[in-house]
């Protein structure tokens, strides 16, 4: 069995080699830098964390500081604090001027679990999708999580969001993967149904496509990872090899991946079919992750059972 890593984990490796190549990364964390995983920067570069405390919304103003002094400040809390507490600050102090502050959202989505609503963030990916000048980022595997933190770091500019879960998922791609803002990655090519996903439901959708080739459905699978700006060409190559869309997501079907794949659609005046793969308008619950991603239909096995109703339908 493929060795299993939680995207969180690997950012925290990924964020601590950054600091180690470019002397202005800094960290702030909201006193969840265990969870985080900002404790390794911590260990090694004191001098340049820190610890706001439970204050998210003055760690947003001052990386924006931070960020107009020529640092590159990584941001860090639970995603749905990091996105929902801090819109004003974020809004007005980071996406006005396009400074480069990297939010890493952790412990996002369902998966979070037990916590509950109140820290599952399923719609976080919606709210970074409407600020002007942001980037919203959701890696798949370990390998893209380090690839797009050390982008972040240096060869991206303007705000960034990082989306990160805890959810264990194996590597899906190779070792010499190279990340591109905007592009998205083709991880099985089938001419029925394209399972258009991003994140943890990566790998559940290629789990899933594998079993819908049992039952003679040829199933390709796309991780748009880069959900803004979206690979519209992507899009527009599943659509023309495809007889239906299926976009597969840890978030709300409204404003998410789904949302912004129903835009292409409109706007080009596709007819095909989408099946939008989500929670559907309501809030997370306490529970493990297992159980809340097979209630909403996110397992493989719901991913599959979920197509072939499309397709008879």
């Keep these: 069995m493929s060795e299993l890593y939680q995207t969180r984990f690997v950012y925290g490796e990924a964020l601590l080699e950054a600091g180690q190549r470019y002397s202005n990364v800094v960290a702030l964390d909201a006193d969840l830098y265990t969870s985080t995983r900002t404790v390794l920067f911590r260990e090694a570069f004191p001098e340049r964390f820190v610890d706001m405390g439970i204050a998210e919304m003055d760690m947003m103003s001052t990386a924006a500081g931070l960020a107009a002094c020529g640092m590159a400040p990584f941001v860090n809390s639970f995603a749905m604090f990091l996105t929902a507490h801090c819109y004003d600050q974020l809004r007005i102090q980071i996406c006005y001027p396009r400074l480069h502050v990297v939010l890493a959202g952790s412990s996002a989505g369902l998966t979070q679990g037990p916590d509950g609503a109140s820290h599952q963030s399923l719609e976080d990916i919606a709210l970074m999708r409407a600020l002007p000048n942001m980037t919203v980022l959701a890696p798949a595997d370990a390998i893209e999580t380090r690839a797009m933190t050390l982008a972040a770091a240096h060869d991206l500019t303007g705000p960034i969001y990082l989306r990160l879960g805890r959810y264990p998922v194996p590597n899906l791609h190779e070792a010499d993967y190279t990340f591109q803002v905007g592009k998205a990655t083709w991880l099985r090519q089938g001419r029925d149904v394209a399972l258009i996903a991003c994140g943890h439901m990566v790998h559940a959708s290629v789990v899933a496509a594998e079993m819908l080739n049992q039952q003679g459905i040829s199933a390709s699978v796309v991780n748009m990872s880069t959900i803004k700006p979206l690979d519209v060409e992507a899009v527009e190559a599943a659509l023309a090899g ?72």
């Design 242 to 313: 495809s007889r239906r869309l299926v976009t597969v997501e840890e978030h709300s079907i409204i404003g998410g991946l789904g949302s912004a794949v129903a835009e292409v659609l409109a706007d080009r005046g596709a007819g095909v079919r989408l099946l939008r793969l989500g929670t559907r308008d309501v809030f997370g619950e306490s529970a493990t992750a297992d159980e809340l991603l097979e209630k909403h239909g996110l397992t493989p096995a719901g991913i599959r059972e979920s197509v072939l109703r499309a397709l008879k339908g």
